[in-house]
């Protein structure tokens, strides 16, 4: 990441589908660069254009203006030969993981090899070193009806490894599975991303997705991207109104807060683990009351926030804002509640 | 009733039907399922739209699948002349069972493949799969447990037609059925011929369910 080189450029890239209702805007001028190995998130509410976005940057669906540029070729201009090459360097995973249901795991990795038209013994060979990745030697010779949900995923993300790819395309990839299911998925994704240096782009709806591996996040709200940034950033300081909605997930309830005096005090790393609220209670010796906290962990970091109702006169916000500020933590007014 | 000449000739029959049913459920799939195929392919919703074709050839299996099978055999007169120098006996019901089973099937063949998950075929297009592949590798294995239980259906449905090819002619356990039972009121007779197709329809139909069932693995 010291020298970043831009795998995947999106310029102006608009989508629009064509129904019998008359015409649809899926996706306007959206400009994006994907740098070389990162894990780069896109999450957006459902129907806000992530998945047609995804789909546009390995050409599934043809973006109707702008480019996509991948490794320095306009994917607009290659023929339909050539896109084909290109997709081989540019793995996909499902929500629905798509796995070939009369296949084995196993004979399910060889596919990609196949159409590549690989020697039978050395897709062989890849598929067994991808199946040892993958963690599921021993599920080679069992079919996707007999496998859990991670399974299949992994499975797919094996196959989606198969033909060496530059770039993984995860399309919702944890949002059909459990929990515990999901951080062993996105500990492998990471891990895959550490090991082999593959840029991932992960599509999303679920923010603990993008903080749990992504380090730079573009939020997309009505076809169009509201901001983008590293995840820190865009976490601590959300700019855009689809920002904070993902990050006032109880947006609602704060709205009967306006008018009263609120302060949002912001955590950006390492003085998380101090007490520091409990702190400024007895140093200033005032009562606040919290109306709205989330901090969480992040890169062995801790980032989050607190929604403080504390008492309206002037002098006590002044030096409750100081004394916070003293110890490094970004306060604002919460004037608009989300 | 049962003396030695008509077990012979109930024997014969058998392996008429079994001739005919077999020959034009196998030459009818020779041109049903390329025609089914093409039409999954070339939808609206295919890998490569070729809407006119498509409509095309929806019309045509339209039109020969609403002619009823009397009526086609007797079009198809000489037509069936042309090709199997004569138009009676076995060999020239084939003619007629292929014309009328071919679109029939390419409709079989087209509602099995339109049962492939549409994300399977996106993850093939992913991974740069080209049409070809996707038909080969994708749509055929995948749709195999229920192309095979569209090949029993078939078989059976040709040999009931065949056995309609008995009022022209055509030969078999229906020419019997007909010939004896019908005008000649030999009631026995056409029993045992109706008894003994519905024994082979049976034995095609479990045959076909078992070899489904076999080969899929999605359960």
Do not use: W
Request: hydrophobic residues 45%.
């Amino acid at each position: 990441m010291e020298k970043k080189q831009t795998i995947i450029e999106l310029t102006q890239l608009g989508k629009v589908f064509h129904t019998k209702d008359g015409s649809v805007s899926a996706l306007e001028n959206i400009d994006l660069q994907i740098y070389e190995g990162e894990i780069f998130g896109i999450i957006g509410m459902s129907g806000a254009g992530k998945s047609t976005l995804v789909r546009c940057i390995n050409f599934l669906e043809k973006p109707t203006s702008g480019e996509v540029i991948f490794d320095g070729q306009k994917l607009s201009q290659l023929t339909e030969k050539e896109l084909r090459a290109v997709r081989r360097s540019m793995g996909m995973i499902f929500q629905q993981f798509n796995l070939l249901m009369q296949r084995t795991a196993f004979q399910n990795i060889c596919f990609p090899l196949e159409i590549a038209g690989m020697e039978k013994s050395a897709a062989k060979e890849r598929a067994e070193e991808l199946l040892e990745i993958v963690g599921l030697s021993d599920k080679r010779n069992v079919y996707p009806s007999q496998l859990s949900g991670g399974q299949k995923q992994r499975v797919a993300i094996a196959r989606a490894l198969a033909t060496k790819p530059k770039v993984l395309l995860c399309d919702e990839a944890t949002s059909a599975l459990d929990p515990s299911t999901t951080q062993s998925i996105l500990a492998l994704i990471k891990d895959i991303n550490r090991r082999l240096g593959i840029t991932i782009i992960v599509i999303t709806h679920e923010m603990s997705v993008i903080e749990e591996i992504c380090q730079r996040v573009a939020i997309i709200d009505d076809s169009k991207i509201a901001e983008i940034g590293t995840v820190e950033e865009i976490f601590t300081r959300p700019k855009s109104a689809a920002g904070r909605k993902f990050f006032f997930p109880g947006g609602a309830k704060t709205r009967e807060l306006t008018g009263d005096r609120c302060i949002r005090v912001v955590f950006d790393g390492g003085n998380a683990y101090e007490p520091v609220i409990a702190n400024m209670i007895l140093e200033c010796k005032v009562p606040v009351n919290i109306l709205f906290g989330d901090i969480k962990n992040i890169d062995d970091k801790s980032f989050g926030h607190l929604v403080l109702q504390i008492p309206d006169d002037e002098r006590t916000k002044g030096r409750i804002v100081a004394y916070l500020q003293e110890k490094n933590l970004t306060v604002e007014e919460v004037i608009e509640n989300v | 009733m049962f003396e030695p000449v008509m077990m012979k000739f109930l024997g014969i029959g058998i392996g008429e039907t079994l001739y005919m049913t077999l020959l034009s459920t196998f030459l009818a799939y020779v041109i049903g399922l390329p025609l089914g195929i093409v039409m999954v392919v070339t939808d609206k919703s295919g890998i490569r739209p070729r809407l006119l074709l498509n409509k095309v050839l929806d019309v045509i299996i339209n039109i020969l699948r609403s002619v009823p099978f009397l009526i086609l055999m007797i079009v198809l007169i000489p037509f069936t002349r042309a090709i199997a120098g004569t138009t009676i006996g076995p060999k020239a019901a084939v003619v007629s069972l292929v014309v009328a089973a071919a679109p029939f099937i390419a409709r079989l063949v087209e509602s099995s493949i339109k049962e492939v998950d549409y994300g399977v075929i996106e993850a093939a297009q992913s991974m740069g799969a080209s049409p070809l592949d996707i038909v080969y590798k994708v749509l055929l294995p995948e749709a195999k447990p229920s192309l095979i239980v569209g090949s029993a259906i078939a078989v059976t449905t040709i040999l009931s037609y065949s056995a309609m090819a008995g009022i022209i002619g055509g030969g078999g356990l229906g020419a019997i059925a007909i010939n004896y039972g019908y005008y000649r009121y030999e009631v026995g007779i056409m029993l045992v011929t109706v008894a003994l197709l519905v024994v082979i329809v049976q034995i095609f139909q479990e045959t076909g369910m078992r070899l489904a069932k076999k080969f899929d693995k999605r359960f």
